[in-house]
Structure formats: C-alpha cells, structure tokens
T-cell receptor, first 113, second 112 residues
C-alpha cells in the first residue's frame, strides 16, 4: 500500500534551537518528494522538492535530505524562529500516468520563546 | 496580483443542504484540484481536472460534485449525500498534472 508516514506527530522547541522532522514512505514507483509548510488555517506552501538522484536540498534555514534506498526523508530546521510554527507535510509523487500525489499527515511544530 | 483564491473562508451547512465552495486562479494553470483535510490525516484528493471541461474522481469523490467550465474556476459542491462534510477544504492548481501544486487559503466547512 502506498503510504507516507511522518514523525513526530507534534513537536515543541525553544526559539533558536534546531529540529529534525522525519518522513518514511512506501510509495512506488517514486517520482519526487516535496516538503510543504502549512500555517494554521492556510494552504500549504512548497519548501523543497527532491528527485531520486538528489540527496539534499536547502532553502534558507530549511534543509531536506532524501535516502531513496531506505525511502526516508528528513527536514532539518536551523535556528528556529517563532514564524516556523506550522505543520510540515511530506508529499510523495508517484510515477504513474497521472502522477498521483500522496500526502503525509504532517508534523505540527510549535516554536516558543 | 496572481494567485489562487477560495471563498468563503468559513461556510456553514444545514442538514440536507447542498453548498458550493469557490476556487479561482489567475495563474493560467491547466490543472486544478480539490482536497479535503481532516485532523491527523494527510490531504485526500476529492476531484481533479487536467483541462477545461474535463475532470476525474479522486480517492473520496462520493458526496461531492465539480464543474470546470472555465480555465480559471473549479467550484466544488458538497451535496447532502456527503454525511460527514465537516473539514478544511483546499483547492490547488498546477501548470500541468506533473508540476508543482499551488494551494489556496482554504475553506472551513461546518455542519449546523
């Protein structure tokens, strides 16, 4: 079954600290993996996208990694800010005629002062 | 100001009532999508349209209907057949079916 799992479900960290969010998937055939940030009550916004051949991709303080062999990805946030408080969603696209997209349940991050 | 808009932000539905959620984009995107988001679950695809006057069912289409008469617009109707409509509804669009999806701000539907 094609699934995307994320851990932890929720996380609270102090402002300025680093954190790492995990994504495991069983999606096949794999096309790409994307991390989205979703602020409360808003639509998701894309942070990074990685294809099979890419191991790491950075976007400012966000760094995503991908291990296609173990089907795992992580999103590392450096020097967290209050504005990082949001849900982070891992999304895997299948390589099919339509390219079906499968969303993970998200990790809720709260950054506190 | 380019983007994708949804209205209303909040919508209340009475038992047995159909309601329509609006989604408009001025990004000149061919593909549009409707997702439902429930707490603790990933987004689930309701319907998608890859081109004007054509649309396909997603994973949870029962109790919903859509139309795609204009490239810019993809309204979603939640019918009385949808027994558990309370959720956050997100509309998205992309240049093509394989491209990045851009999301609207969402509509929260509540049942009275």
């Amino acid at each position: 079954k094609n699934q995307v799992e994320q851990s932890p479900q929720s996380l609270i960290i102090l402002e300025g600290k680093n954190c790492t969010l995990q994504c495991n998937y069983t999606v096949s055939p794999f096309s790409n993996l994307r991390w989205y940030k979703q602020d409360t009550g808003r639509g998701p916004v894309s942070l990074t996208i990685m294809t099979f051949s890419e191991n790491t991709k950075s976007n400012g303080r966000y760094t995503a990694t991908l291990d296609a062999d173990t089907k795992q990805s992580s999103l590392h946030i450096t020097a967290s800010q209050l504005s990082d408080s949001a849900s982070y969603i891992c999304v895997v696209r299948m390589k099919t005629s339509y390219d079906k997209v499968i969303f993970g349940p998200g990790t809720s991050l709260s950054v506190i002062p | 100001d380019g983007g994708i808009t949804q209205s209303p932000k909040y919508l209340f539905r009475k038992e047995g009532q159909n309601v329509t959620l609006s989604c408009e984009q001025n990004l000149n995107h061919d593909a549009m999508y409707w997702y439902r988001q429930d707490p603790g679950q990933g987004l689930r695809l309701i319907y998608y349209s890859q081109i004007v006057n054509d649309f396909q069912k997603g994973d949870i289409a029962e109790g919903y209907s859509v139309s795609r008469e204009k490239k810019e617009s993809f309204p979603l109707t939640v019918t009385s057949a949808q027994k558990n409509p309370t959720a956050f509804y997100l509309c998205a669009s992309s240049l093509g079916g394989k491209e990045t999806q851009y999301f609207g701000p969402g509509t929260r539907l509540l049942v009275l």
